[in-house]
């Protein structure tokens, strides 16, 4: 296979497993590229990609713009907090707007679960998901799992547990997709009240211990706690979270195997993981940023051929 | 679907050999100059050169990279099909040096030109020469031309060069294609 059997990434559901298998094939080829002394191809050159975030981003952001100019794309960018929408302007019209300008290709963020596949419905673009409220970070997703078959060959038959707030997280519900898609075993850890109730549906496993989790697994995905999003008290106290769901280096030295951390980031040290685990040989989470740009490319790559 | 003969086992054997020669006579010891295979169909006969001015010619330190073009095409989103990236290997730098394209077929010239510009991304070579096993006369889209060739051919568009390797078919033969 040599092409996408979507026309957007809306999600990791709507993938097929030869679809996240072609981007990783491809993200190889650009990995190459991006450690070259000439980090850029032309493929793109007659592309133009809006970045509209509407919500709060660096990492995304620049990985996004690094990936599209290293294939020698157009970029333009948005951010809500200088826009029109302050305005009164709605979703569709901003972005009709910023179509008239001739754009092939847009990345959106928006706080509102859904945006990403509504612009899909009514704009002729193609759309990439850059994190739908608390609904899916497909590309988060991709890399954490890309860098997972990095470091271990595969993902299939890897035990991986996502650790934290699960019930605001995007990152979350599209790792849970990528990771099943693949073959893994998940399971996801934290304090009940932050993992959702339907969590049962999606068949992973659920467990409220951080010790026994760590013992589980092969891989640990640290989510930050996003108090953004959080409308009432989730826990007693930042403290007492961390004191149960923090991960430590003592905690990590008294596992009976060495496991894999990472961290879609921003990290809060301290909070979900401490300073020492984050910079430990353990950790692959500056792994995932290079290898974010990589796989953002091969995205953009493979959806722009549809154009 | 009809295919006539254009080099045989044995044609194709004499011609490698010439070819070696005939870099032996430009680049005498290789030590300033470097062969480039271009993904995917140059690379069996850059590697049966190297292995001929190797073994037979007794040349040591050959430096062979494979180049893959695919994302320096100017047919991106231009045709139906997507072209499936190869690797490119090469570990060494061309900065200063005689760079030798090599590749089987020469065509249009489109591939060559997408070398041109991917090549670049690793240094500026002191100069470039092509190498081609069968060049097909009147069919050039750009001013290219190979500084050594195997065999000059005279097809027509319709018609298709083939060229088989040991290593992938079980002979070595070029043949010309009618469809």
Known sequence: MSKLSVDHLLGVKFLKHDDINLIFDTADHFKKVINRPIKKVPSLRDITIANLFF?????????????????????????????????????????????SMKVDMIVIRHPKAGAAKFLSNHVDAKIINAGDGAHEHPTQALLDSYSIREKFGEVKGKKVVIVGDILHSRVALSNIFALQTQGAEVMVCGPRTLIPKYINKLGVKVETNLRNALEWCDVANMLRVQNERMDISYFPSTREYS??????????????????????????????????????????????VENGVAVRMAVIYLLASKI | ?????????????????????????????????????????????????????????????????????????????????????????????????????????????????????????????????????????????????????GRQVDAINHEKVLVNWKETKGEDAVYLVNN
């Open chain 2, 1 to 149: 679907m009809s295919q006539k003969v254009l080099l045989n086992n044995k044609e194709v054997n004499i011609i490698l050999h010439r070819l070696a020669c005939q870099l032996i006579e430009k680049h005498t010891d290789f030590s300033n100059t470097v062969l480039i295979g271009l993904q995917p169909r140059g690379v069996f006969l850059a590697q049966r050169l190297k292995l001929i001015l190797t073994k037979d010619y007794n040349l040591s330190n050959i430096k062979l990279g494979l180049l893959d073009i695919t994302f320096y095409r100017d047919d991106f989103r231009r045709s139906d099909k997507l072209h499936k990236a190869n690797s490119t290997e090469i570990d060494f730098l061309i900065e200063d040096k005689h760079v030798v394209f090599i590749d089987d077929v020469l065509y249009t010239g489109r591939s060559i030109r997408s070398a041109l510009t991917a090549i670049q991304s690793f240094g500026r070579p002191a100069g470039i020469e092509l190498l081609t096993l069968i060049d097909r006369r009147f069919s050039r889209h750009l001013p290219i031309q190979p500084n050594y060739r």
């Open chain 1, 55 to 99: 919500e709060n981003s660096t990492r995304t952001k620049l990985s996004f713009e690094l990936a599209q100019k290293r294939l020698s794309a157009d970029v333009i960018n948005f951010s809500s907090g200088q826009s029109s929408l302050n305005k009164g302007e709605t979703l569709i019209d901003t972005v009709n707007n910023i179509l």
């Open chain 1, 243 to 288: 004191l149960q769901y923090g991960i430590t280096k003592d905690l990590l030295d008294s596992l009976n195997k060495e496991i894999t951390i990472m961290h879609p980031g921003p990290i809060n040290r301290g909070v979900e993981i401490t300073s020492e685990v984050a910079d430990s040989n353990q950790s692959i989470i500056l792994n995932q």
